[in-house]
């Protein structure tokens, strides 16, 4: 994130507690779901995707309540979607924080914006090796497959493995 002023328009510091609050959401729910070690880059894919979604989704609510999971458990529900979502809300976002006046009080900060924005380039950009859920691979009558053998890998961009864990770990929670 750029630091162009330390100062935000009342005086105070730009702190951006609204992408804050939906981390820690996310943080949450991940470790509810006891899914994954936090130190893996699957962990960090499933955080960046659900906090996007919290983030995105107006998730400034205080707590955690049933509807707002099933609210964002609908969102990640299909990658696709959910990825036209995400583009659709930022653009939107950003459109109002540099709209005539230079933001409106339903936008969130620029520094909470910014930093969404780079959560979502991070997702789009990292590519992760993982297991293609596509192929169609005959076991081989031949040889035994070894227990270090995966079968076909592909790159998959980082969105589409974080989104599936963090969708299960709302089930999980």
Known sequence: MRQERTEG???GLLVPMAWMHAEYIADELLRGG??????????????????LTVFLSGGRSHG????????????????????AWVCERLGALEALSIGPEG?????????????????WRRLE????????LDAVVPPS??????AEQEGPQVWTPAWQLGLPLGHLSMHLF
């Open 9 to 11: 328009p009342d005086g």
């Open 125 to 132: 950009e990292t590519e992760l090796l993982a297991p293609d």
């Open 34 to 51: 006891d899914l994954m070690p936090p130190s893996t880059l699957e962990y960090r894919a499933g955080h960046a995707a659900l906090a």
């Open 103 to 119: 933001g409106t009080g339903s936008a969130p900060g620029s520094a909470d914006l910014e930093l969404a924005c780079a959560a």
């Open 64 to 83: 955690l309540s049933a509807d707002r999971i099933a609210q964002w458990r609908e969102l990640t529900e299909y990658g696709p979607a959910w990825r």
């Open 141 to 146: 009558l031949t040889a035994p497959r070894r």
